[in-house]
């Protein structure tokens, strides 16, 4: 049974940063690419950041030179390394495979940016 297990959220002030972690099990998680989602009060859940299996990432344009994320295969972790933090960043986020696969969507971590 796969589980993708986030952790690392919380409150921040604006142009604070935040490191968050998602810890999997269950699936040869090297063999796969990998994604941070996040979901904001009344919208809908949106692409943050994605990994490849060989290393390459991608952006959001509203994160792009903000966020970083990174792999530990070794782990079975994905990261994601949040600076300069904007109230519009407020979410909850996800990791999922890329693309997402339904059932592997975990409680995620709340993200809020307020002063």
């Known amino acids: 049974q796969v589980q993708l297990v986030e952790s690392g959220g919380g409150l921040v002030q604006p142009g604070g940063s935040l490191r968050l972690s998602c810890a999997a099990s269950?699936?040869?998680?090297?063999?796969?690419?990998m994604a941070w989602y996040r979901q904001a009060p009344g919208k809908q859940r949106e692409l943050v950041a994605h990994?490849?299996?060989?290393?390459?990432?991608n952006y959001h344009d509203d994160v792009e030179g903000r966020f970083t994320i990174s792999r530990n295969n070794a782990e079975n972790t994905v990261a994601l390394q949040m600076n300069s933090l904007m109230p519009e960043d407020t979410a909850v986020y996800h990791c999922?495979?890329?693309?997402?696969?339904?059932?592997?969507w975990g409680q995620g971590t709340q993200v809020t940016v307020s002063s």
């Open positions: 990994i490849t299996v060989g290393g390459s990432t």
């Open positions: 269950g699936l040869i998680f090297s063999s796969y690419d």
């Open positions: 999922n495979i890329w693309p997402a696969w339904n059932g592997y």
